[in-house]
């Protein structure tokens, strides 16, 4: 089946600095990316959906310039957490389609 | 809004017996997809079953089945000859039938399932 990876698998990063993750889709194109967060023992819940070339698309409640989305190739789409925060602490996932999703990332913010 | 409800937090299983997990869902939609995803310790969702809303016939995959009931809004999982490597979050989904940026995913609270020797 296709193969979605996400960089990094987990991270520690300071409170006020940004961070990167990029969800890369490694056999196929998508032109539609989703990113979600699931919080410890909780459901996934999206965040945004990342289409190819254009802008996204943020779920209600979801800040879009504090969770920046690129999706500049058909392969990638990355997501920023800008001056992340402890409550910005969780597991992003992103998938591919509804059927591929990445191994997702860890997200500490101390 | 379509929400999805999974009325079990916890189930248990022993090997080799067989285990139904509940989902039902709330949409005035008339064509939409249903799924059930795996969530193993791992956290790597695996898609394990899928089940469009327009066919009558319920959705096979080796050892897992489901039963849908349009009528009733309810979509359960059966896993027969259960295994240890079933253990694992059952998360069920609910997508309608659109195309582009409105065909999200929306996922119930999930499941956990144990499976005891």
């Known amino acids: 089946g296709a193969v979605v990876s996400q960089h990094p698998s987990w991270v520690i990063c300071k409170s006020g600095t940004s961070v990167k993750i990029e969800c890369r889709s490694l056999d196929f194109q998508a032109t539609t990316m989703f990113w979600y967060r699931q919080f410890p023992k909780q459901s996934l819940m999206l965040m945004a959906t990342?289409?190819?070339?254009?802008?996204?698309?943020?779920e209600q409640g979801v800040e879009k310039d504090k969770f920046l989305i690129n999706h500049a190739s058909l392969t990638l789409s990355t997501l920023t957490v800008t001056s992340a925060h402890p409550e910005d602490s969780s597991f992003y996932i992103c998938?591919?389609?509804?059927?591929?999703f990445g191994p997702g990332t860890r997200l500490t913010v101390t | 809004a379509q929400t999805v409800t999974q009325s079990q937090p916890e189930m248990s299983v022993q090997e080799a017996e067989t285990v139904t997990l509940s989902c039902t869902y709330d949409t005035s939609e008339s064509d939409y997809y249903l799924f059930w995803y795996k969530q193993p310790p791992s956290r790597q969702m695996i898609l394990v079953i899928r089940?469009?809303?327009?066919?009558?016939q319920n959705a096979t995959e080796n050892r897992f089945s489901v039963n849908f009931q349009k009528a009733a809004k309810s979509f359960s999982l059966k896993i027969s000859d259960s295994q240890l490597g079933d253990a694992a979050m059952y998360f069920c989904a609910y997508r309608t039938f659109s195309t582009g940026t409105a065909s999200k995913l929306t996922f119930g609270t999930g499941t956990r399932l144990q499976v005891t020797l």
């Open positions: 089940q469009e809303a327009y066919k009558q």
């Open positions: 998938s591919a389609g509804r059927r591929n």
């Open positions: 990342s289409n190819e070339g254009s802008k996204a698309t943020y």
